[in-house]
């Protein structure tokens, strides 16, 4: 498996995943082992015992339970409590938060902006972000000044 987080142990620690099929279909499976291999995971699941059954699962979704996610520090918050938020520059609506990329140094948000899609990466730091609020969702930046627009 490719992971989103590279440094998640989440799926290593799991008993039972959820296994997402492209079509939308969900199955709870269990997991006889699993472990790493460089930037991903080799995972067994329960009845998957040959290379067809295997390759059904190509380009499925894993998934974990959210009381399996490890408890967040101050400040921080998970990709997915952001994707799909609506982003705001100054009060005002200026797009959708679509994915975070974590590069050596940063991360950074990467926004689809509602005025022509074109999409933009807004660093993670308090130069930018004004707040991050998952409970909403929504992220409110202070500026976009001096980014590639």
């Not at 975070?100 to 807004?122: C, F, H, N, W």
Request: glycine fraction near 4%; proline fraction near 4%; hydrophobic fraction near 45%.
């Amino acid at each position: 498996m490719r992971l989103f987080n590279e440094d998640s142990d989440v799926l290593l620690n799991s008993d039972e995943v959820l296994v997402r099929l492209k079509d939308g279909v969900e199955h709870e499976v269990t997991v006889d082992k699993a472990r790493r291999a460089n930037d991903a995971i080799l995972m067994k699941l329960f009845s998957v015992d040959d290379r067809d059954r295997a390759d059904a699962l190509r380009g499925a979704h894993i998934c974990v339970r959210r009381s399996a996610f490890p408890p967040l520090d101050d400040g921080e918050f998970y990709i997915c409590d952001v994707v799909d938020a609506p982003v705001f520059v100054a009060g005002i609506a200026f797009g959708t938060a679509v994915n975070v990329r974590d590069y050596p140094t940063i991360m950074a948000l990467i926004v689809k902006r509602a005025s022509d899609g074109k999409e933009i990466e807004v660093p993670l730091v308090d130069a930018y972000v004004e707040s991050v609020d998952v409970s909403i969702p929504e992220v409110r930046l202070i500026t976009v000044e001096g980014l590639d627009q």
